[in-house]
Nanobody, 126 residues
């Protein structure tokens, strides 16, 4: 199976920036899509962004479009999330996830399709 480790979270002032990283190890040869989800206290987990197999197509949630930029370094098996102009409502635990190759749908993200999850990294915006 694939193991995912997120890093880069922290506390920032509104308007600040952070870069999250997610490194995958294990069996990463399959055509996985990689995504970021987030979950704020009292809220349901929501999809933030997905980069589909090959890294050529990316979908963003409306709430982050124009502020967040995802990138995928397939050689390093790493997914990044560049978070700019952060807002207090971005405060959440951010999770990296991989979608099994057997799923091929597009936005919106379907949580059950993502079968590999990291432990999360906390982002706090004040």
């Amino acid at each position: 199976h694939v193991q995912l480790v997120e890093s880069g979270g922290g506390s920032v002032q509104a308007g600040g920036s952070l870069r999250l990283s997610c490194t995958a190890s294990g069996d990463t040869d399959g055509p996985y899509s990689m995504a970021w989800f987030r979950q704020a206290p009292g809220k349901e987990r929501e999809g933030v962004v997905v980069i589909y197999t090959g890294g050529g197509t990316t979908d963003y949630a409306d709430s982050v479009r124009g502020r967040f930029t995802a990138s995928r370094d397939n050689a390093k098996n790493t997914l990044y999330l560049h978070m700019n102009n952060l807002k207090p409502e971005d405060t959440a635990m951010y999770y990296c996830a991989l979608r099994h190759p057997k799923y091929g749908g597009y936005w919106p993200l379907v949580e059950y399709e993502y079968t590999e999850w990291g432990q999360g990294t906390q982002v706090t915006v004040s």
